[in-house]
């Protein structure tokens, strides 16, 4: 296998700027899925890429139409047998470009700079999946690849991947395999390698309360009428504790705890209190005192408002007592909370706390589980060695504030671990003008990915 | 001066069907004032009015241009010695028509139908102005009017009286007097004669909070931002206490008490709990339970919030940890809480109980004192005995819960007091479709601002 493995990298060294063009053409296929003008683009980079899976001697390719941009699903031939089948994502769909006057070029004509392609979608994330493409074709090189490896790229990751949830409840066979790849959660700095073994889930609500039956004067009904904006205000404020704790019962029950040993990895992370606070541009953090800011946003669930009206909002005054107001509530959840539970919770803290004053409507309105991934899986242990062999350096191990859909479907509908990396960088401008990717990160993190087909082939390191 | 009341008095019997088609031609005049399509109609209103006025034998006559509509002024000649001057107000502008189809005729073609002359503007407020008008031509019939009466018109009512201030602030001479009549409150039935002695003033703010230095990703920063619209909320819910009195420190202080004797007057008025639950749509009241829903909504000041606006508040579910938070409030004030005192109270609250994690700005939108009337003055038992005069029973005595701006303005900038009448009643549809006017409650108030007038110039009943 040693063989096949420096054979495979050879490969690399020997195409660097053939597979350094491919993605160079990919990335000229303007897919902004946003924007609706764009939206035969988003397709053309659809056969685009099946196209190029077809040349990489695929078992099977295929497109699947959406109600919106099309689904890309590649299964490579049968590896060596007993090894696993990895299943790795990506989204073929960039972000716009606005303010297109601050790009220092067109951007979907990719500009070489010393060591950066400059480009929309670079980095995020035409390169990633690249990336593990060409992984896979160095591999199919050395005596073909000792896994399976199918991919599944969408086209609306950039809009929330409506579709996603839907197709993979309906593909599950198609979709079978043993570990799920997910390079779209890049690394800290360019020495940094980083793995990402959580994500935060979602529970996502619009709460509505009616008190009136239509809107009132103030003048006639203030001091009678309890003003549905202020019971809100009363609701909301009653969510947190003194230390910014949830105080909806049974919420933390289900949250594990942070090990000594997790706590110790997670603070290896260059990211500490001054990070956060030049980050968010506020003078002071808040939350939890007993967690780090970085505990805080990853491995502690939070309740957030994330939208409030009612009444009159324009300028000046209107002196009006509204009939209705409304909050858009969301929680980040962490293992092993689950949305649906929830919900109930916050239904039965509704139920107790509202005054009979108001009525009240709840909608869910978005929900995904959180993901953690066990740190000595073999997936992470062969990715963790992988990354090391490359960087002469133990990978740094975090958990991500956010939610990934991919990694919550796969979990939730297929029972599947989901390991994340990638090889952006956090100054790549991923959503901003002047997009770029750093080639000599790209091209390490190629040879990475070549590492961790082996080892997982291997069975771990 | 017996035999003069009379003979007004007979005036009117003798010249009712020529004031009524006088009314008739005032209302024909489309002045809305909200729409600008009609602001040509609101200056032909006004011209209407000085005209009437210079009918009228007055000593002088002005249309005074402002910014939006004109002002009309009218002076009468001098009356008897000693006697007071008396200035009435008025609002030439109507409400808009909308909806349409809902009326059973041209809104601006006045339609008799028994009793009743529908029309918009027949009861708010051209009815009431011309019932002073007539009331004026009535006495001045019999021998010349015994007092002086100064008239102001205003054209903006409807759109918040923008120019009413500026104009007395830079007219005090013009429109020195003795008492203010606005016959604009209107009565609770047609055998209830009503006298408006209280009106609530008004401080508007409009508080915004500032967080983050933009909009964030809760999963990125959910845990270590304090969120401005909790902050908001967690401040707003404060501001009252379990029993619905407002927090701030100072706020009652200068608030008058109400002796037993007024407490007993407000319990005559015919607007118990069911009233204000059936008229508000609501399940339950709220407030104060020491008071009576009348007393609260009159005779207590208030804070409402008026509108609440932060984040995503569009449709679906958009993660955003929001920058900022704003928030309409505004309180309703009773004699004698003073606005920039209210003010520099809620500064002080906000200082000592916002977060240092977030920064704030109060603005102060709109504001005008408390009005509170004795009810032995001068005007007001003149008043008083001419409506018992003509309904044969004493009239009501309400307290306002909303804001009249002239009668704040008359008594902040002239320090004159004001009384507040009028023979508009509650199902007059005063800014619905068919709006009309009942006729004979109409002529009975004629004939008791003849009563009113003679009472004044007697030094009172």
Chains 1, 2 share one sequence.
């Not at 350094?20 to 980079?45: G, M, W, Y």
């Amino acid at each position: 296998m040693e063989q096949r493995r420096q054979k495979a990298l050879e490969f690399l060294r020997n195409n660097h700027e053939n597979l350094l063009l491919k993605l160079e053409e990919f990335i000229r296929i303007p897919s902004i899925s946003t924007e609706p003008q764009h939206h035969s683009d988003v397709r053309k980079a659809a056969e685009w890429l099946a196209d190029h899976l077809k040349a990489l001697d695929m078992e099977a390719v295929e497109i699947f139409p959406t109600q919106g941009a099309p689904l890309v699903f590649g299964a490579s031939r049968s590896g060596d047998s007993d090894a696993p089948t990895l299943l790795i994502y990506g989204h073929y769909d960039v972000q716009p470009v606005d303010p297109l006057e601050e790009w220092e070029g067109d951007p979907f004509e990719p500009r070489r700079q010393s060591n950066l392609l400059y480009a929309r979608g670079a980095s995020d994330m035409k390169g990633q999946i690249m990336a593990a493409l060409n992984a896979l074709q160095a591999v199919q090189s050395a005596e073909g690849s000792p896994i399976r490896c199918k991919f599944l790229f969408e086209g609306e990751e950039e809009v929330g991947s409506p579709n996603l949830y839907p197709f993979i409840q309906t593909h599950r066979e198609l979709l079978a395999c043993d570990l799920c790849l997910n390079p779209d959660t890049g690394m800290l700095g360019p020495e940094l390698p980083t793995i990402t073994y959580g994500l935060r889930g979602l529970a996502y609500f619009e709460l509505r309360l009616r008190g009136p039956s239509q809107d009132l004067h103030s003048g006639s009904f203030g001091g009678v009428v309890h003003n549905p904006a202020q019971v809100l205000c009363e609701l909301i404020a009653d969510l947190h504790d003194q230390d910014g704790r949830v105080t909806i019962p049974g919420f933390y029950d289900p949250v594990l705890d942070l090990s000594p040993e997790e706590r110790q990895e997670l603070a290896r992370l260059p990211v500490d209190e001054a990070f956060y606070q030049k980050n968010a541009g506020v003078k002071k953090l808040w939350g939890e005192p007993e967690f780090t800011p970085l505990e805080r946003v990853s491995a502690r669930p939070t309740l957030e408002v994330n939208g409030l009206l009612s009444g009159f909002i324009g300028e000046g005054s209107k002196t009006v007592l509204p009939a209705a107001a409304m909050a858009k509530i969301s929680c980040r959840l962490v293992a092993d909370q689950k949305p649906e539970e929830v919900k109930q919770q916050l239904e039965r803290y509704l139920r107790k706390h509202l005054p009979e004053t108001v009525s009240w409507e709840l909608k869910s309105l978005a929900s995904a589980p959180p993901v953690l991934s066990p740190r000595d899986s073999r997936g992470v242990r062969a990715l963790s060695t992988a990354l090391e062999a490359i960087w002469g350096k133990r990978p740094l191990f975090r958990r991500e504030g956010g939610t990934v859909p991919i990694g919550a479907y796969l979990q939730e509908l297929l029972g599947i671990e989901s390991v994340q990396t990638g090889f952006a960088l956090p100054d790549d401008n991923a959503h901003s003008p002047n997009e770029k990717l750093n080639l000599q990160t790209w091209s390490r993190g190629i040879e990475a990915l070549v590492h961790f087909i082996y080892n997982l082939s291997e069975g771990g390191s």
